[in-house]
């Protein structure tokens, strides 16, 4: 299922969902019209640059994960046109550590992305962390096992939330959803939210 135009905006999911996999939060007052708490329409004009589409082997053995010698932040993980769009609308992110089954990856960055002055379960959410491909043979399993559905992809492995089980998915169907490339992992809430997401 090759992703579609980023004109449209990827759907929103449910912090209900990300709690599943992602530490969460929770809101006891009503939720918010859906006026309030609309996602804003993310028209990128740039794209974000990609790794290179002939490498297939996501995992190659005996690789380390590279230093994180650069600190990676929310604004700087999607695109400038991401952060635009959402901050004009109002919008905010909270920095979080990256966690896959609610385990920590070292140096990794999770940005819940959100409108946090009204009473909403409306987020997006963006991950990414260095490993190395031990590491991810580990966490593939871990996520096979769970029940998240593998797929070889040009840029790496992906594995995505069963869709019978995702609270919202993209326009091809797609829930939450792990990209594993060569030396990193990228997370977003849809399949077409990893677009957004900037190469280190």
């Not at 019209?33 to 589409?53: K, L």
């Not at 082997?57 to 700087?76: G, I, K, L, W, Y």
């Not at 635009?84 to 999770?110: H, M, N, Y």
């Amino acid at each position: 299922m090759a992703p579609r135009s980023l004109a449209r905006l990827l759907p929103a999911i449910t912090i209900t969902a990300a709690m599943l996999l992602l530490a969460g939060c929770s809101d006891t007052q009503p939720p918010a019209s859906d006026a309030e708490t609309a996602a804003p329409v993310v028209d990128p004009t740039e794209q974000p640059n990609s790794p290179d589409e002939t490498d297939t082997d996501a995992n190659s053995d005996d690789e380390p994960a590279p230093d994180a010698t650069e600190q990676r932040d929310c604004e700087s993980l999607v695109t400038a046109g991401t952060v635009t769009a959402l901050t004009d609308a109002g919008w905010s992110v909270v920095q979080k550590e990256f966690r896959i089954l609610g385990k920590p990856v070292k140096d990794g960055i999770e940005c819940m992305w959100g409108n946090y002055d009204v009473p909403s379960d409306h987020v997006q959410v963006y991950g990414w962390a260095p490993m190395s491909a031990s590491e991810a043979r580990d966490h593939q399993e871990g996520l096979r096992a769970a029940g998240w559905q593998r797929e070889e992809d040009p840029r790496g492995i992906i594995l995505t939330a069963d869709p019978n089980y995702s609270m919202s998915v993209d326009e091809d169907g797609y829930g939450m959803t792990y990209l594993f490339r060569d030396n990193d992992v990228i997370f977003a809430d849809t399949r077409q939210g990893l677009l957004l997401i900037q190469t280190p």
